[in-house]
């Protein structure tokens, strides 16, 4: 098992793609933060326009945009399938490396790269978000909270891509069904939210809520609409990384390597 996650991570490291999400994950945070930021200057500065008021608590709310979900998933394809493509899946298993042990390796090594890409994002929140807007009247409680939610939320993408991809095998295969999950689920959890919303109904207001908290794309839409049920977010998280770590390899065992 060391071995194996010796190797992957050195592959990991020495892989453009990693550090081309972590550029692009950092530079979507800081456009998003730029553009706030504009927007708070050019309010102040025009006379008849409402100040335009932004914390860096609101900025951490924002930063929960679906984007760990999709480079979790570009991660995941890109890594595992690269395995297969190369024979160096088939090469493990041939030499008795043992399918739960390569299993866990990547899980290890792109739930890293995903916990990367989160710190990165998450790096403007509270480096040049605190220090252009500060964290007046945020609480700590929340701010820590909404944190680690965030944090089990990339660890559960990183979970249930990496056991798409797994199984999956084929790098395109993975990659749209990763996308094409993502944005199924955030359009349905859109959809039910504003249902509940004009409808004013209970019944689909608990419909959205539920969808939306079993779902670590839909936890997105939560934690950038205010929800503080931090804990609950965490447990649901914490559980979809058990469930791939118990389930997966009894499934990986079953599937013949191409």
């Not at 944190?147 to 939320?153: D, N, T, V, Y």
């Not at 779902?215 to 977010?233: H, I, K, R």
Request: with cysteine; charged share 15%; proline share 1%.
């Amino acid at each position: 098992m060391k071995a194996l996650l010796r190797a992957d991570l050195y592959r990991l490291f020495r892989s453009k793609f990693f550090y081309i999400l972590l550029i692009v994950s950092f530079a979507l945070a800081l456009i998003t933060f730029l553009l706030y930021l504009a927007i708070s200057e050019i309010s102040e500065g025009e006379d008849g326009l409402m100040p335009f008021v932004m914390t860096a608590e609101q900025l951490q709310m924002l930063s929960f945009d679906g984007t760990i979900g999709y480079m979790a998933a570009i991660a995941a394809a890109i890594f595992v399938c690269g395995d297969y493509s190369g024979g160096g899946m088939r090469n493990k298993v041939v030499i008795g490396c043992g399918r739960r042990k390569i299993f866990y390796s990547k899980l290890i090594a792109v739930s890293f790269a995903s916990v990367c890409i989160y710190i990165a994002i998450q790096i403007v929140v509270f480096v040049l978000g605190g220090g252009a807007f500060g964290w007046e009247g945020a609480s700590a409680y929340h701010v820590i909270s909404r944190f680690i939610a965030g944090l089990f939320m990339s660890l559960a993408c990183a979970a249930i891509f990496t056991s798409v991809a797994l199984l999956v095998q084929k790098l395109s295969s993975s990659l749209i069904f990763g996308i094409v999950v993502i944005f199924a689920v955030t359009m349905i959890v859109s959809l039910l939210s504003v249902a509940a919303s004009m409808l004013d109904s209970a019944a689909f207001d608990w419909i959205y809520k539920i969808f939306a908290r079993l779902t670590p794309m839909g936890q997105n839409s939560l934690l950038m609409a205010g929800e503080d049920d931090y804990w609950v977010l965490t447990a649901i998280s914490a559980a979809w990384v058990l469930l791939a770590v118990f389930a997966v390899p009894v499934w990986f065992k079953k599937r013949d390597i191409k």
